[in-house]
């Protein structure tokens, strides 16, 4: 793996990883109502407020983020996140631990490894999530080996956590909250004061449609009012990048 950024951060916080899909490539069943320029700001904005969400989380002591893509390592380093890229090499120790060869699965197998403490896999397409929502989930996380955040269908995983051992085997895609829990994970409760924020990914264009008057990061609700004609989000109050 090659890693551009701030060294790794210290005081034995949490580290994240946060896996960004090219943007090319990135949530194509939004195909059907976005154009590609729109679809591609989407993904920015709300990779951009998880990022921000990690970087302010007093609990978080690294952010990393994963792609292939060199405009996704721009951006991981204006928000003072570490980029890591594939580099092509996959060991055994990797291939060991993926799930039928994934990409996704292998690109993050590459970058946990050699992490030490907790360690948390997020989405990127999580726009409701803020550094308050994402603190009280690391702390249930914190009383578990293994745990995860389900999304709001109950089929996939938004969040994966690990606070012990180096077995941190990544079965995302489909199936992949059926395929954590058989793993051992314990599923996390979706904390009543975020309304499932940390639950709710975007992947269909219905996904989008149900942001509008729910609170959302600051990339995200001016690419939802500028891009995608949406005005009625509102953006969270605590956000230290809020601009008036």
């Known amino acids: 793996m090659n890693e551009i950024?701030?060294?790794?951060g210290i005081g034995g916080g949490w580290t994240i990883?946060?896996?960004?899909?090219?943007?090319?490539r990135?949530?194509?069943?939004?195909?059907s109502t976005l154009s590609p320029l729109q679809r591609r700001a989407l993904v920015v904005a709300m990779a951009t407020d998880v990022i921000t969400a990690c970087r302010e989380c007093p609990s978080v002591?690294?952010?990393?983020v994963v792609s292939t893509d060199p405009d996704v390592a721009a951006l991981a380093t204006d928000l003072g996140a570490k980029f890591v890229t594939e580099s092509g090499h996959r060991t055994a120790a990797d291939s060991a631990i993926t799930l039928q060869s994934d990409p996704l699965n292998a690109a993050l197998a590459g970058a946990l490894t050699g992490l030490t403490g907790a360690v948390a896999v997020v989405a990127a397409d999580l726009?409701?999530?803020?550094?308050?929502?994402?603190?009280?989930?690391?702390?249930?996380?914190?009383?578990?080996?293994h745990s995860v955040v389900v999304d709001h269908r109950g089929e996939g995983t938004t969040m994966a956590m690990w606070t012990a051992g180096t077995d941190r085997?990544?079965?995302?895609?489909?199936?992949?909250?059926?395929?954590?829990?058989?793993?051992?994970?314990?599923t996390l409760s979706v904390d009543e004061r975020s309304g499932g924020?940390?639950?709710?990914?975007?992947?269909?264009?219905?996904?989008?449609?149900?942001?509008?008057?729910r609170q959302v990061g600051l990339?995200?609700?001016?690419?939802?009012?500028?891009?995608?004609?949406?005005?009625?989000?509102?953006?969270?109050?605590?956000?230290?990048?809020?601009?008036?």
């Open 127 to 145: 726009p409701e999530l803020d550094s308050r929502i994402l603190t009280r989930i690391l702390d249930s996380a914190s009383q578990h080996r």
């Open 61 to 64: 002591s690294a952010v990393k």
């Open 5 to 8: 950024g701030d060294p790794e």
């Open 219 to 244: 990339a995200t609700a001016k690419t939802l009012r500028e891009q995608l004609g949406q005005p009625s989000c509102r953006v969270h109050a605590e956000s230290a990048t809020m601009v008036w």
């Open 17 to 24: 990883v946060v896996p960004v899909k090219s943007l090319a």
């Open 197 to 213: 924020a940390a639950s709710r990914d975007v992947d269909i264009p219905s996904d989008v449609i149900r942001l509008a008057g």
């Open 169 to 186: 085997v990544c079965l995302f895609g489909p199936g992949s909250a059926a395929n954590f829990l058989r793993q051992g994970a314990v």
């Open 26 to 31: 990135a949530k194509s069943r939004l195909g």
